[in-house]
């Protein structure tokens, strides 16, 4: 690894634990809940069971996040997860890996935020037959502008959108629960529920908590408060995500959940009347802000840690002191986010396309980094670690048991954007060969 010292500045400790996980939150509290509890209810052979699905999803996040609080804590660092994987397995995994979330992972889930607003934004405002990759697009450029102003301009939006978001969810679910209505059908058993059918779709509404590992060389005193930032932020992504599905079965039932098509607009409708779609679209649209200024944010993290890694990628490398941001990576992130935007303008379904195109190198790249912590482990024995993780082994080794059962079932359960996310994935493999022949 051929380490470049950047004369332009580094990451400073600017982030409060309030500011990360509204990070955090912001991230993974977005487009999913508003679209698949339904799935999740088709697979449910009981309310309770249901409902348990969601705080299960939550367990299984938190367990994750135990484990990487340790590897955040002890070795805090912009590069995230890449820092994490270049230390266990050596550069070329790492490099493979910011690859994969500079072309794949992150780009792909700004532009999938992207096409979900244009969706939304084209029930208030439509610009045409491509109005939703119009809204996409400027949803890329505008939040890509953002970021390049700066750290601080960007944290501030984002504590923003993250309030008004978890404020508006708390809210519908606190109404919808009131509601005075008796819950609307009967409730019939699913014939082909599954548990872990049902796991894939919660746990994917869950997604995105680890991305706070990026901002662990920007959280102050950060060796004690990256386990708080998690745990507080699952806690609180938990509790509204299982107020919120109460609500539904309170105002829907499951059988009406099972077959709605527009579950928050149902719930809108039935609390405000015919106002309520506008209102939803309204409320869409400033979670998929909110998760696509989150993920510009982490994913230029790692660009970064790549451009500073790698001589033949220094221009990557530099980092703003004046505006403490990583100006070029941002600059990249947004190009190849936009080239996204275009691929999915032209495919049937884009918003599936990309969940297809990111879901395998996600789940690959996790699991790998959950099998990391037993690689320091065994590598440092009993040394002191700020934090450990509870229950080791028990509890790495669930994580790494879940993440196996979802690339397996990404990879079987996706469609062709999913061959074409492994196949840009694997690009990265010559690009390195030639850039270490440089």
Request: hydrophobic share 50%; net charge neutral.
């Amino acid at each position: 690894m051929n380490r470049i010292t950047r004369d332009g500045g580094a990451p400073q400790p600017v982030f409060s634990n309030l500011n990360a996980v509204a990070v955090l939150v912001g991230i993974v509290i977005g487009i999913g809940i508003f679209r698949l509890p339904p799935l999740v209810a088709s697979n449910a052979g009981s309310e309770f069971e249901f409902l348990a699905f969601w705080v299960a999803g939550g367990a299984i996040s938190l367990i994750g996040a135990l484990c990487y609080a340790e590897l955040a804590a002890a070795y805090p660092d912009a590069g995230g997860e890449y820092h994490f994987l270049s230390r266990a397995y050596g550069s070329s995994l790492g490099f493979l890996f910011s690859w994969g979330r500079m072309t794949v992972i992150q780009t792909g889930s700004i532009a999938l935020a992207g096409f979900i607003l244009g969706d939304y934004a084209s029930r208030v405002l439509p610009l045409g037959s491509y109005s939703s990759t119009i809204y996409a697009a400027l949803t890329v450029i505008g939040l890509t502008a953002l970021n390049l102003w700066g750290t601080n301009p960007s944290k501030k939006t984002q504590n923003i959108v993250t309030t008004v978001i978890v404020v508006v969810l708390l809210l519908a679910a606190f109404l919808g629960i009131t509601q005075a209505l008796p819950a609307k059908g009967s409730f019939t058993s699913p014939d082909t529920g599954t548990m872990g059918a049902a796991m894939i779709f919660v746990l994917l509404t869950y997604g995105g908590w680890n991305e706070v590992s990026y901002l662990s060389g920007e959280i102050k005193n950060v060796k004690q408060n990256m386990v708080r930032v998690l745990a507080a932020g699952i806690g609180v992504i938990t509790l509204i995500y299982v107020s919120v599905n109460y609500a539904f079965l309170h105002v829907l039932g499951l059988e009406g959940l099972r077959n709605t098509q527009a579950v928050g607009a149902d719930l809108t409708a039935a609390i405000l009347g015919s106002g309520g779609a506008i209102l939803l679209s309204f409320i869409v649209i400033i979670a998929a802000l909110s998760t696509a200024n989150a993920t510009i944010i982490t994913g230029a993290r790692t660009n970064y840690a790549l451009g500073r890694d790698f001589s033949f990628l220094k221009f990557l490398g530099t980092w703003s002191p004046d505006h403490n941001t990583p100006v070029n990576a941002l600059l990249v992130q947004g190009g190849i986010a936009l080239l996204l935007v275009v691929l999915g303008a032209v495919t049937e379904d884009a918003v599936s396309t990309m969940v297809d195109y990111t879901a395998p190198v996600f789940w690959f790249f996790f699991m790998l980094t959950g099998i990391s912590l037993f690689i320091f482990r065994f590598r440092n024995g009993s040394d002191d670690r700020p934090y450990s993780v509870p229950f080791y082994p028990v509890t790495p080794i669930l994580f790494i048991l879940t993440c196996l059962y979802m690339l397996y079932s990404s990879l079987t359960f996706t469609g062709i954007g999913a061959l074409f996310g492994v196949g840009i994935l694997l690009v990265g493999i010559p690009v390195l060969l030639i850039g270490k022949l440089r």
